[in-house]
């Protein structure tokens, strides 16, 4: 088969070819872009492991914090035999676990005993040894005791940590020579906190308390600089305590919200200074006297409390007289002289040879006038005040807008320090001090405090630091996606390229043996053909006609 007869079949019935099918497109890629296909992949795959996994874990919450490094080493072995995940925060002081598992987990370390504490109580009694001596048995009690009282008075909110010292002597049969037990208090307050009177007070109590015949004079309380805080109690002269001055800084408040109140709507919120020093007596004087007055006037006004008559009368028998014999030795005749009477009646009644005597004692106690007066000054009370106020210069804004100040007149500081004086309870005779000035206000411009920027406030910071994590995946995966996946694809999914010149004359040849190039004819261009288009010209414009010639060519009619 010749050139020309090659060509002919290939024009007229050669077949298309069949594009190549995914697998056979996949092989042609080169290696380079498998490689990059299936990194790709792997990259993707982690990624989307990584998201997985940081969603399933959630938030993180402190299960405990401010604990000891024994308690924190126990717990942290406990979570790794629970297989519970853990994280350490604020320099390891704090232990956080996921948010769902917080209670769970704490519910199990307080089955197993955890966190123990630094501070130990009475469960040192239960760990009590057989064979243990007395002395180590008083020493557990008191260790016990000492915790259970550190315990206690760390529950305070000023206090972040205490301890206890207890001094209790041995028990003897002497009452006169058993000693009694003292306590000492070491206190560690959070900063910037106080404990007022009372609350040490109540610490004092509640350790007096706690320890039997302990009296609450021997009870020692300090803070964590070695201030005494129990010494103004017992030394009234040390000063003023934390009570005092905080009632002093309430009464100077006091005034100077009254004269701000006072002054503001007048002169402006930003243009006014005041101050006000109190001087306050806390000494407690406490006086008695005892009056006496005699009681007066007559006999009817006069109050007898008691008194007391004493009397007594006695007779001596009459002598014997007269001539002896029988005439004078009869016996007496019987007295019939009355009963009643005086003592010279009676005595006369009974014979007036007899000797009489008497006696009378009358005591009378009256009531002697008795005043007791006890005067007690009251505490806290105002001795002086001085107030200073400060009052800046008017401002003043003209018709075109431009703002000047000015200052004020004489009759004006008198009216405002007059409102002071009557603000205050000004009081001449206890000397007490206004002073009101007017002087104008240097107003610093960098002073103003701009507002915090948006990328600044903590409530986005900790919006940004929990969007960080998913958002750098989802960038890796989009990055892994464009730039090692996509281009893979493209170089997979892409369309064949055309056949070169002589492909399909191959085809069909169907041997071993491909045509040389040269072998090949060259298919001549598409010409414009006249005939055809005169033919085509024709069709439209006699249809008919052409519709019979090719009826004629159909049915072979020359």
Same mark, same amino acid.
Request: charged share 20%; hydrophobic share 45%; aromatic share 4%.
């Given at each position: 088969?010749? #050139? ?13 070819? @069949? ?16 490689? !990059? ?45 629970? #297989? ?33 504490? !630094?501070?130990?109580?009475? @469960? ?12 180590? @048995? ?7 005791? @000492? ?26 049969? %002497? %009452? ?38 302990? #009296? ?15 010494? !103004? ?87 014997? !007289? ?124 960098? &002073? ?22 998913? &958002? ?8 892994? %996606? ?59 414009? #006699?249809?008919?006609?052409? &519709? ?11």
């Amino acid at each position: 088969m010749d #050139n020309a007869v090659v060509a002919r079949t290939n024009a007229n019935a050669l077949p298309l070819v @069949e594009p190549a099918g995914f697998g056979a497109r996949v092989a042609a890629v080169p290696l380079k872009a498998k490689l !990059s296909f299936a990194l790709g992949i792997a990259a993707l795959g982690a990624v989307v492991l990584a998201m997985t996994m940081w969603s399933s874990q959630g938030d993180y919450k402190v299960l405990y914090a401010n604990l000891s490094d024994k308690d924190g080493g126990a717990i942290i072995a406990q979570l790794s035999q629970m #297989n519970v995940p853990y994280r350490h925060a604020d320099g390891g002081a704090a232990i956080l676990v996921p948010a769902a598992k917080v209670h769970d987990v704490r519910l199990k370390l307080a089955a197993a005993g955890l966190p123990k504490g !630094s501070v130990v109580g009475y @469960e040192l009694m239960d760990g009590a040894r057989f064979g243990q001596t007395q002395f180590q @048995e008083r020493l557990t009690f008191q260790r016990g005791l @000492e915790g259970e009282l550190t315990r206690s008075i760390t529950a305070l909110a000023a206090v972040q940590n205490a301890r206890v010292h207890l001094a209790l002597p041995n028990q003897n049969g %002497f %009452f006169r020579e058993q000693q009694k037990p003292t306590a000492s208090v070491m206190l560690t307050l959070y900063p910037g906190r106080t404990l007022e009177r009372a609350q040490i007070a109540g610490i004092v109590h509640l350790v007096s308390s706690s320890v039997p015949e302990m #009296n609450p004079k021997a009870v020692s309380v300090l803070d964590q600089t070695g201030a005494l805080l129990t010494a !103004s109690a017992e030394n009234p002269q040390a000063g003023l305590d934390a009570q005092q001055l905080q009632y002093v800084n309430q009464v100077e408040a006091g005034y100077q919200k009254r004269i701000f109140e006072l002054l503001e709507p007048l002169v402006g919120r930003d243009n006014l200074r005041a101050t006000v020093t109190a001087d306050v007596d806390f000494s407690q004087t406490e006086a008695t006297a005892e009056e006496f007055a005699p009681n007066q006037g007559d006999k009817a006004s006069i109050a007898i409390r008691s008194q007391q008559v004493s009397e007594s009368s006695g007779s001596n028998g009459a002598a014997p !007289s007269g001539v002896p014999g029988a005439a004078s030795n009869q016996p007496p005749v019987p007295a019939t002289a009355p009963v009643t009477g005086t003592p010279q009646a009676l005595q006369a009644a009974q014979g007036g040879g007899a000797n009489a005597n008497t006696r009378r004692d009358a005591v009378t106690n009256y009531e002697v006038d008795k005043t007791v007066r006890v005067t007690r000054n009251a505490t806290g009370t105002v001795k002086r005040l001085n107030a200073a106020v400060v009052v800046n210069h008017r401002s003043v804004t003209d018709a075109k807008g431009k703002t000047t100040t000015t200052p004020l007149s004489a009759e004006e500081v008198e009216k405002l320090t007059a409102l002071v004086r009557e603000s205050i309870g000004f009081k001449q005779d206890r000397g007490d001090s206004v002073k009101v000035i007017n002087a104008p206000f240097k107003v610093d411009p960098s &002073a103003k405090v701009d507002p915090l920027p948006l990328w600044k406030q903590p409530e986005v910071i900790d919006m940004l630091r929990a969007a960080a994590v998913p &958002a750098g995946l989802a960038l890796v995966a989009l990055i892994v %996606f464009f730039g090692m996946i996509r281009p893979a694809m493209k170089a997979a999914l892409a369309p064949p390229p055309p056949p070169a010149p002589g492909a399909q004359l191959n085809a069909v040849v169907d041997d071993d043996n491909a045509l040389p190039e040269s072998a090949i004819p060259a298919l001549p261009a598409p010409k414009t053909n006249e005939h055809l288009d005169a033919a085509r010209a024709l069709a439209k414009e #006699n249809p008919a006609a052409v &519709a019979n010639i090719v009826r004629g060519w159909v049915s072979g009619e020359a």
